[in-house]
């Protein structure tokens, strides 16, 4: 039986012959689905791997992300949520082959495409080539990554049929515009999906569902498309996909499991709490904060957020980076188009406007200058993979003088940054406030947590936090309306929700039990 915990004495791996794969030299038909475990709290790697066996499946296939297992060069992670081996391991134990995917490039809609943004901080830094700094990390990396999967491979008795890499001699693509078209067209006209996979089915085919299971872009991990302009992805991951962001079932799991019943029954659904309102009482300005952060980086130029002196020299990856700096006289700011992505601008803390893609000048009073910058996320596909630089990149200039002497505070927002200011001094929420600033709150809950959604009426654009995990970005623009908490985030009792608003606060929040993810559109 082609089972991996009941298949030994393996001698013949997945072989092609003709138009069908072998497997110990008997026909084998690959019945894949997509999830990546780093988009999945490790709480439910079961339960959604169980119900891709429940759909018929017999493989899983999942992309490894470089930029989270080494977040630092040099410095390797596998634990927790990245504990990769066990996710490798659950599958097998719950009868699926896997199909491995681990880079070092992946695109997956992920900030630039799973590689580390500290590759970047080399300024001739060639992506994707065989550019020696390049070469050099990857191997650094592989090094650490082979000695997890090498004992999973199907020969050594593990459940790993297959691996696709692209190693340090891969390219890109000619034309980048090409694959998003071919996405959007095969997504229009798939309507039909049950009809298309039985006819493929019927011919004897092997089929891979992108994806089973999407998840979620939790943190400041989406990435981005750069064909005419730049668009940032939403958090949610969801993808259309057999099982919802949240796990549960789609009519395309339904309609899959008639292709291959007689089935198990599948297992039972987590139902979704509405937990209501959430006062968010306490808030914090950004202003008041910045004393409780590490010193700032002081820099007679700009420096792009890959290039601050910090994380072990690593740089700065994701967030949001403040600079500050001293103008006489006021006068014409224009940015060059050296803002990556968007710059709230403000005069002695208060705010005068916005720069990005498309606004790139604003009239500004003498006084402090201060640009909270955002990256937004890199791009993850195409021929800007080397151009993915977030903060300042170039000079910005006043009258046509470029600014100089920057005080560089960084906001990235990592789990020690948010302790630095947990016994600063929060206040009472006023009746009407302007940010940046952070605000806290907290949901109380009687019985075991379950899953819910984080509903943002009247806030603008920011970042909320749960007990400390990041679950992503909402904007107001939408299409995305609610985030996604998973219940093992949450625990009996009180749970702290901190939320950092770039501009207008609503005071409350509310916890839902359906998620409005909005319609599918492109938004600038």
Not at 166 to 181: F, I, L, Q, T, W
Request: with cysteine; glycine share 8%; net charge negative.
């Amino acid at each position: 039986e082609l089972i991996p915990m009941r298949l030994w004495g393996r001698t013949l791996g997945l072989q092609t012959e003709n138009s069908q794969f072998l497997l110990e030299g008997m026909p084998f038909r690959i019945f894949g689905g997509s999830m990546h475990y780093f988009r999945v709290p490790r709480e439910y790697w079961e339960d959604r791997m169980l119900k891709m066996k429940a759909c018929g499946l017999n493989t899983l296939t999942t992309y490894v992300p470089w930029n989270l297992h080494e977040q630092t060069r040099g410095k390797f992670d596998f634990t927790q949520d990245l504990d990769l081996e066990a996710f490798l391991s659950l599958a097998a134990k719950n009868g699926l082959w896997v199909i491995l995917r681990p880079g070092p490039y992946i695109c997956s809609e992920w900030d630039l495409g799973g590689l580390p943004s500290w590759l970047l901080q080399d300024p001739e830094m060639q992506l994707r080539t065989t550019y020696k700094g390049f070469t050099e990390a990857v191997d650094a990396y592989f090094d650490h990554l082979m000695p997890i999967v090498v004992p999973l491979q199907y020969k050594k008795g593990g459940p790993i049929i297959a691996v696709q890499v692209e190693n340090e001699y891969g390219s890109y693509a000619k034309d980048p515009n090409y694959m998003a078209y071919v996405k959007r067209v095969m997504l229009a006209c798939l309507t039909d999906k049950d009809q298309n996979t039985s006819s493929i089915l019927k011919l004897g085919a092997s089929i891979n569902l992108y994806m089973f299971h999407g998840g979620t872009n939790f943190g400041f991990m989406n990435g981005a498309l750069e064909t005419d302009e730049y668009k940032s992805d939403v958090t949610s991951y969801d993808y259309d996909a057999v099982l919802t962001e949240a796990g549960d079932y789609t009519s395309k799991f339904f309609k899959l499991r008639q292709l291959f019943s007689p089935l198990p029954l599948p297992p039972m659904i987590e139902s979704k709490a509405s937990y209501g309102a959430i006062l968010l009482h306490q808030y914090i300005s950004l202003w008041d904060v910045l004393p409780s952060l590490i010193q700032p980086v002081k820099s007679e130029f700009p420096v792009n957020m890959e290039n601050l002196h910090l994380n072990d020299s690593s740089g700065q990856s994701y967030g949001y980076v403040l600079y500050e700096t001293v103008i006489f006289g006021g006068g014409h700011l224009h940015s060059r188009d050296h803002v990556r992505d968007r710059a709230q601008v403000f005069v002695n803390t208060m705010y005068v406007g916005e720069l990005d893609y498309n606004t790139v000048e604003l009239s500004l009073p003498e006084g402090q200058v201060s640009g909270d910058l955002e990256n937004r996320g890199r791009v993850n596909y195409g021929l800007a993979l080397n151009e993915q630089r977030k903060g300042l990149i170039g000079d910005v200039f006043l009258n046509k003088t470029p600014l100089r002497n920057f005080k560089i505070y960084s906001l990235e927002m990592k789990p020690d940054f948010m302790k630095r200011f947990q016994v600063a001094g929060w206040s009472a929420v006023p009746d009407y406030f302007v940010g940046p600033a952070f605000f806290r709150g907290r949901l109380w809950i009687e019985h075991q947590p379950q899953d819910t959604f984080l509903k943002l009426q009247g806030w603008e654009k920011g970042v909320v936090f749960v007990n400390g995990h990041n679950l992503g970005r909402y904007w107001k623009i939408g299409p995305q309306e609610t985030l996604y908490l998973p219940g093992p985030w949450l625990q009996k009792g009180n749970n702290e929700i901190v939320i950092f608003e770039e501009r207008t606060a609503g005071r409350i929040i509310q916890s839902v039990d359906i998620p409005y993810l909005g319609r599918t559109q492109y938004v600038d």
